[in-house]
């Protein structure tokens, strides 16, 4: 019995040997290499950006189209695009476009009720959304490549048919007053819908919001007659993209929104202007109960073709994020916030907004609010370092490649072009003005876009525990009245 057990357990034991043997083989010349620094660090040359093939191509109602196949997996994706946005609803029924949008869906159609749209949708794991924007109405689906032919139907119908059911639409308007009636519980939304007032003013298509009286003057027939004047084949791009042959989805478009044609007259699609409505400020949304600020900062800015957009967004890499200055010198060095960014944000068709801003405790509110005005500063007078320049642009172009990941993204961004107006190489004229921007570029456009004497600065905070107090500040003190 003992020989036996001394057999047994020699083998055991020999594997053991042989396997710390091993281990250590490979494990000691690992713990012996020094892990290099990361400016060290090597890496391959990202891959060149290059669009898909795709298709491009007008019905003959006026409908364009696009269409990329994308092999990869047995779905289909697609999203119209049409020309309208909140922008066009009338000043006293605001809201309106938002429910249309919402109802063309959730509102059923002439075939298909919701109920029923929804239980279809379910059983083939397939999605329709509908909604409108302040500069844009969209619907999109999802679907496995096997129910295509039934979810594009779908899809036609909801946006070719909807009957904007009553009891539907009033389900929906008592969800928006549910939010007007909470509308005030978060500080940041609070904050960024009075600074959206302060910069374009109230009554302003691109700040006004919706109110219990505005819902009251919408009814079915309002939703009707907005959906007929705007939701139109030839103000409409319509892009899919996914498992599908080029030819045969031509015919399936041709059999679902070839007959579609609209008799009202074609709407008036002038952009509405926007100006600063507010001069140079500081405006108070006093909240006794908050232990800390939520506060922006900025003015009006400008419109995405900006030729010195690229330059401004290599600003935006040096004020922001991990390494950038407001970070380092406002929350790093000198803790006064819990966040902090800086930001040039244009839009497509009409001024974007230059805004600063961040959290911070409320006793460090006024100190918080000087240190980001003096960093704005020191970037117009102070010539940035070689070495940053390069850290902003080199972070901009490494994520580059990141906007063209799949298809979809490559067709989303074709198609929003052809919407505003905007070139088809856009995205690479900004990414080679992103490559060519220098030192001299940097403080000429902080000197030429940022503009100290036009800031408006909106504080969301304990107004009395703030120490010391906005009064500091030498400048006139306006509170802002949030009451519902």
Not at 227 to 235: A, G, K, M, S, V
Not at 353 to 374: C, H, R
Not at 427 to 448: K, L, P
């Amino acid at each position: 019995m003992i020989r036996k057990f001394r057999f047994s357990i020699f083998p055991q034991l020999a594997l053991s040997v042989l396997t710390v043997i091993i281990f250590l083989s490979i494990s000691i010349p690992a713990i012996a290499d020094t892990p290099k620094h990361y400016t060290e660090l090597e890496f391959p040359p990202l891959p060149e950006v290059t669009l898909p093939e795709y298709e491009r191509y007008q019905l003959d109602n006026g409908m364009v189209v696009y269409l990329v196949e994308d092999r990869d997996l047995p779905l289909v994706g697609g999203t119209a695009i049409m020309r309208t946005g909140s922008r066009f609803e009338p000043a006293e029924k605001v809201g309106l476009a938002r429910l249309t949008g919402s109802l063309m869906r959730s509102g059923g159609t002439k075939n298909h009720t919701a109920e029923e749209l929804n239980l279809i949708l379910e059983q083939d794991a397939a999605i329709i959304e509908t909604n409108i924007s302040k500069t844009s109405g969209s619907a999109s689906f999802n679907t496995l490549t096997e129910d295509l032919d039934t979810v594009l139907n779908l899809f036609a119908e909801v946006i070719q048919q909807p009957v904007f059911n009553p009891k539907r639409l009033e389900l929906a308007k008592n969800q928006r007053k549910g939010a007007i009636s909470r509308r005030n519980d978060d500080p940041q939304d609070i904050a960024g819908r009075e600074f959206d007032k302060l910069i374009y003013g109230a009554t302003s298509p691109y700040a006004r919001t919706v109110e219990y009286e505005t819902l009251d003057n919408i009814e079915r027939e309002d939703l009707i007659t907005f959906y007929q004047q705007y939701i139109r084949p030839e103000n409409t791009i319509l892009g899919i993209v996914g498992d599908f042959d080029t030819k045969e989805m031509q015919a399936k478009i041709e059999q679902v929104f070839g007959n579609w044609q609209v008799t009202t007259p074609p709407p008036s699609l002038e952009i509405p202007a926007a100006t600063q409505e507010n001069g140079s400020g500081i405006y108070i949304v006093d909240r006794p109960d908050l232990t800390q600020s939520n506060v922006l900062i900025g003015h009006i800015g400008d419109t995405l073709d900006n030729p010195d957009y690229p330059i401004l967004s290599v600003m935006n890499g040096l004020l922001n994020g991990l390494g950038g200055r407001l970070f380092n010198e406002v929350r790093s060095r000198q803790g006064l916030a819990y966040s902090v960014y800086g930001v040039w944000n244009p839009n497509y068709d009409y001024p974007g907004q230059f805004t600063a801003g961040g959290q911070t405790q409320t006793e460090s509110t006024v100190p918080f609010i000087q240190s980001v005005l003096a960093e704005i500063t020191k970037l117009q007078t102070d010539p940035i370092s070689e070495q940053e320049l390069t850290n902003a642009k080199e972070s901009i172009l490494n994520s580059f490649v990141f906007n063209f990941q799949n298809p979809s993204q490559v067709l989303s961004r074709l198609m929003r072009y052809e919407y505003f107006g905007y070139p088809e190489d856009f995205i690479f004229q900004y990414q080679e003005g992103v490559n060519n921007t220098t030192v001299q570029d940097i403080q000429r456009v902080a000197q030429q876009y940022l503009k100290p004497e036009q800031v408006i600065t909106l504080v969301v905070g304990n107004n009395s525990a703030m120490n010391p107090s906005l009064k500091s500040l030498n400048k006139e003190i306006t509170t802002v009245d949030i009451s519902l």
